[in-house]
């Protein structure tokens, strides 16, 4: 069964941290890009940091660089989205996805999604 399990979202303070974890069933994740996503009230799906297929390239939204990194564990089949220095404006859910495409970090471009983990950033 092909299945993306999100983990790891709840309430933090302004400046706090969290660790996404998306647990990969069915999948390999060598053969795919990697993606994670958000969409906040009111706002279109934005790509935050993606991993590219052919050479694990790595893409940052630049809102989140240098506060959020994306990593990959194969032999636990899960991928990750450490986010440091969390501000009120990364409040939203966030989606983990996988793409049979090169490269991209674009929501269309993306074949298989997770549910979602609410992230809410607050005082």
């Known amino acids: 069964q092909l299945q993306l399990v999100e983990s790891g979202g709840g309430l933090v303070q302004p400046g706090g941290s969290l660790r996404l974890s998306c647990a990969a069933s069915?999948?390999?994740?060598?053969?795919?890009?990697i993606g994670w996503f958000r969409q906040a009230p009111g706002k279109e799906r934005e790509g935050v940091s993606c991993i590219s297929k052919s050479d694990r390239s790595t893409y940052y939204l630049d809102s989140v660089k240098g506060r959020f990194t994306i990593s990959g564990d194969n032999a636990k089949n899960t991928v990750y989205l450490q986010m440091n220095s969390l501000k009120p404006e990364d409040t939203a859910v966030y989606y983990c996805?996988?793409?049979?495409?090169?490269?991209?970090?674009?929501?269309?471009?993306?074949?298989?999604w997770g549910q979602g983990t609410q992230v809410t950033v607050s005082s």
């Open positions: 069915g999948f390999t994740l060598d053969y795919y890009a």
């Open positions: 996805a996988l793409s049979h495409r090169g490269y991209g970090c674009y929501d269309y471009q993306y074949d298989y």
